[in-house]
């Protein structure tokens, strides 16, 4: 990257907005982020959390809080056995510390609900911030509200952030932004954000290793830098504070198989070889820049860089087969259909909510890259920037949990998008205002108008005659405790959260033959006597919502008389019996002289 210059193309600022900005920038996030969230807000108050994940977070928390420490297992799933979910410790942590005030008065339950709840608006307050940081030395600061005003309200980042949702999807955007904005500083110069560069990096991948792709294109850009000026120092700090990080993080919160335990969707000794592999280069290029000049400093550069990373790929070749490592082929439909999040954007209404606005983003990032074609300095970063856009919607095409990030890029380019307006339309300002409440309004409003058609256009559907409300139905399952419960699995964390039963199975790919003997149970013709694939669940009772009817991935394509529809049907098979029924639920007791 070459000194700082001022231009249409590339203009940086110096000084960096107060600490007060950003703060204020959080603030309002927050604010827009609850208030998003109105139609959700009662039932939050009332102990209702959006998704199974929030349910299941919450689960964790609490056995951990009576076993002493933070655990990766869950205890009353998988029919009894221990459930292994390889979610970070870090986000955990952070819950616990803005629980641990309000223990005293509250107690712990209701603590961790509240803290829990607040994790979605003060992850949406990072976020904002974060992207301004990221954005403040490209542009005036007089635009970095815009990620506060934009980023609550795209669906892309507003299907993670919700008011009752507790998950760390927006979190770790946030970690790769601050991560992405030290990066861009020590590449202008300011070494010390090397270290800062670094450590966020880490704190990212510990939080997910999905951030993974996006954290190594801005250490990459700053290695592209590198070849027009020296940089190895800088670069040297960044790998020791990155790879610091991921060693201590991996001492501190190892995988369930411990230390050596090769884990894909967690921290564990891929990522922390990782680390090590980026300390190395960057030593490499700290002594390239001082032993070495002219053209072979660029050949050998490119060489370690190149050599370390296919080194580390090829020691754990999984990495690059990302989500479709962890489950085996002939399971992945199955499993993947019950989840909302790993369904791919096949209507029109979900490719412009979750990819328009990263679509406008890449449409801008190839101007400015076109704008700055004479200057492959400047226009290679912008290629970098366009690659991981790129990565971020066709990861988004094909599973919809990484939506967050076509949207965090498009939000985070915005308000070099206004400064560019503000500059080429300086002598018509009404023009120039005319167009950036455009920009700022346009991603925001037309990622809602195709889906608004497509209802508006679509006969009603026929509505269930009841709803599903397990939290009404908690007193008809109290004789459940300490029974193994046949139930949707998507069910299964707030049954586990609310009552003392345990589940069969749930959709945690750790507990995959758990939930294929749940699926399997559900699926199978229910006969006279008791099936097969019901008995080797080991279940006691079997609950059921009827005003779900037989819209469920889970028995798409059933054999005709899986049990299933004929409890949707409300004609139960001979060996159950019906217990009670509340909050739109059956309860049954499989009847012993059934069982063998």
């Not at 009752?164 to 300011?190: E, K, M």
């Not at 999905?210 to 954290?215: A, G, N, Q, R, S």
Request: net charge positive; glycine share 10%; aromatic share 8%.
């Amino acid at each position: 990257m070459p000194e700082m210059r001022a231009s249409a193309d590339y203009a940086f600022q110096r000084k960096s907005p107060p600490a007060s900005a950003y703060a204020g920038m959080a603030l309002a996030a927050a604010v827009i982020t609850v208030l998003a969230s109105a139609t959700t807000i009662p039932a939050v108050l009332h102990g209702t959390l959006i998704d199974p994940d929030s349910y299941m977070r919450l689960v964790r928390l609490r056995q951990g809080l009576h076993a002493g420490h933070l655990l990766n297992v869950v205890r009353r799933d998988d029919s009894g056995q221990l459930l292994v979910v390889e979610w970070s410790r870090l986000f955990d942590a952070w819950i616990m510390a803005l629980a641990a005030p309000l223990a005293p008065l509250l107690g712990w339950h209701r603590a961790l609900f509240a803290a829990g709840v607040a994790t979605g608006p003060l992850s949406a307050g990072l976020l904002a911030a974060a992207l301004g940081f990221a954005a403040a030395p490209l542009t005036e600061g007089r635009w970095l509200w815009a990620p506060a005003i934009i980023a609550p309200l795209l669906p892309g980042i507003r299907s993670f952030n919700g008011f009752g949702v507790v998950h760390y999807h927006i979190a770790q955007v946030a970690l790769t932004a601050l991560a992405l904005g030290c990066t861009l500083r020590a590449g202008l110069g300011a070494r010390r954000m090397g270290w800062a560069a670094g450590m966020f990096g880490g704190l990212a991948i510990w939080l997910m290793p999905e951030t993974m792709p996006f954290v190594m294109l801005g250490y990459s850009a700053l290695g592209y830098a590198w070849l027009f000026r020296p940089l190895g120092a800088t670069l040297a700090r960044l790998g020791a504070g990155f790879a610091a990080i991921l060693w201590v993080a991996l001492w501190i919160d190892p995988p369930h198989g411990g230390w050596l335990t090769p884990e894909i969707d967690r921290l564990s000794i891929v990522y922390a070889m990782l680390g090590l592999a980026v300390s190395i280069v960057g030593i490499c290029l700290a002594g390239l820049d001082r032993k070495v000049h002219g053209n072979s400093r660029m050949g050998l550069g490119i060489a370690a860089a190149g050599t370390a990373f296919a080194a580390w790929l090829a020691t754990y070749p999984t990495v690059a087969l990302g989500p479709y490592a962890l489950i085996p082929v002939r399971e992945m439909h199955a499993f993947f259909g019950g989840i909302i999040e790993d369904q791919p954007a096949t209507t029109l209404s979900l490719a412009a909510s979750r990819l328009a606005p990263g679509l406008l983003a890449l449409a801008y990032a190839l101007h400015r890259a076109w704008r700055c074609r004479h200057a492959p300095d400047i226009a290679g970063l912008w290629l970098i920037l366009i690659a991981g856009l790129a990565l971020a919607l066709g990861l988004t095409a094909r599973m919809m949990i990484f939506q967050q990030y076509p949207a965090a890029f498009a939000v985070a380019l915005a308000p070099l998008a206004l400064d560019d307006i503000s500059r080429h339309f300086a002598a018509r300002p009404s023009r120039a205002a005319l167009l950036r409440v455009g920009l700022v309004w346009a991603p925001v409003v037309l990622v809602y108008v195709p889906g608004m058609a497509a209802a508006a256009l679509r006969p009603d559907p026929a509505k269930p005659a009841g709803h599903c409300s397990l939290q009404s139905a908690t007193r008809l399952l109290a004789p459940t405790a300490g029974q193994i419960v046949l139930t949707d699995p998507g069910l299964v964390p707030e049954l586990i959260y609310r009552t003392e039963a345990i589940g069969v199975g749930s959709l945690y790919h750790h507990g995959l033959r758990a939930f294929m003997r749940d699926r399997a149970a559900w699926r199978t013709p229910a006969g006279a006597a008791e099936p097969t694939a019901v008995r080797a669940t080991e279940a006691t009772f079997v609950l059921f919502c009827a005003a779900r009817g037989n819209d469920s991935a889970l028995v798409a394509g059933a054999k005709q008389g899986a049990l299933w529809h004929l409890l949707a049907a409300n004609t139960p098979p001979p060996w159950l019996k019906r217990v009670g029924q509340a909050g739109g639920y059956q309860l049954y007791l499989i009847r012993q002289q059934a069982k063998p």
